[in-house]
């Protein structure tokens, strides 16, 4: 019943607007129907095949989002069910899901997703990359997907200072990019930032989605 009880005491600290998103990589399924007794429905996912396993094997009312890194050879798998992909950040790839989605009869959901720490990481976007992409012709020319927010992880580290000022810096990123792109839009609304041991912070800096993990399935035994 750790579960269960995990998920009680996160939610007790979490304002109604913000979602949890409960991050089960790794974890069995039996950990995922705990959860779902529990009334957890929104699930998130790094690893498409292990996203489409559990999809299969659990009840069709989850929204499973795809918190991880995507390939584009790999989009087709999950076009027909994915609720939202977090980590958005090539106009390739949203090339990509676009055509899936479009082969689905969808609209995808899609967050951009920044790079705001400091650690090196090959993935996210910076601002401009961002603009750039909102600008083209070809984004405009999408007609199967939807970027309704952006998402970032902070630095590794202790120093909270550090941790709430690129909390900061995202939430900055969302302002301007509402401002500039999507203002007519009420569904660009999604900052999804924190996870286990930083969402106490990301909610301070105006977060509206959580990804946890940890907190509530228990340590993983590999990322
Ligand atoms: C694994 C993961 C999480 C959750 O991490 P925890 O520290 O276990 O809460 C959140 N976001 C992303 C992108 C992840 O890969």
Excluded at 67 to 77: A, D, E, P, R, S
Excluded at 83 to 103: C, F, R, Y
Excluded at 152 to 161: E, I, L, P, R, V
Excluded at 192 to 202: E, H, K, L
Aim: glycine letters at 4%.
């Amino acid at each position: 019943m750790t579960i269960t009880k995990n998920l009680e005491d996160i939610k007790s600290k979490l304002p109604e607007s913000v979602q949890l998103v409960a991050v089960s990589k790794t974890k069995p399924v039996e950990d995922l129907e705990e959860a779902y007794a529990a009334g957890q429905r929104v699930f998130g996912e790094n690893k498409v095949q292990e996203l489409e396993q559990k999809f299969n094997q659990l009840p069709k009312d989850i929204k499973w989002h795809m918190i991880g890194h995507l390939q584009t050879n790999k989009v087709k798998y999950i076009a027909p069910f994915v609720h939202l992909i977090h980590a958005v950040d090539s106009i390739k790839l949203l090339k990509t899901i676009n055509k899936e989605a479009a082969k689905n009869n969808r609209t995808i959901n899609c967050l951009l997703q920044f790079h705001i720490a400091e650690e090196q990481s090959k993935f996210g976007l910076t601002l401009e990359e961002a603009k750039e992409l909102l600008q083209s012709d070809e984004y405009a020319s999408f007609q199967n997907i939807n970027i309704i927010g952006v998402m970032g992880m902070a630095t590794f580290t202790d120093n909270t200072t550090q941790v709430s000022n690129e909390f900061k810096n995202l939430k900055n990123i969302f302002k301007e990019l509402k401002n500039g792109f999507f203002n007519q839009k009420n569904d660009f609304k999604e900052i999804s930032m924190g996870m286990s041991d930083d969402y106490p912070i990301a909610i301070q800096q105006g977060s509206t989605m959580v990804r946890v993990g940890s907190h509530i399935f228990g340590r993983r035994n590999y990322i």
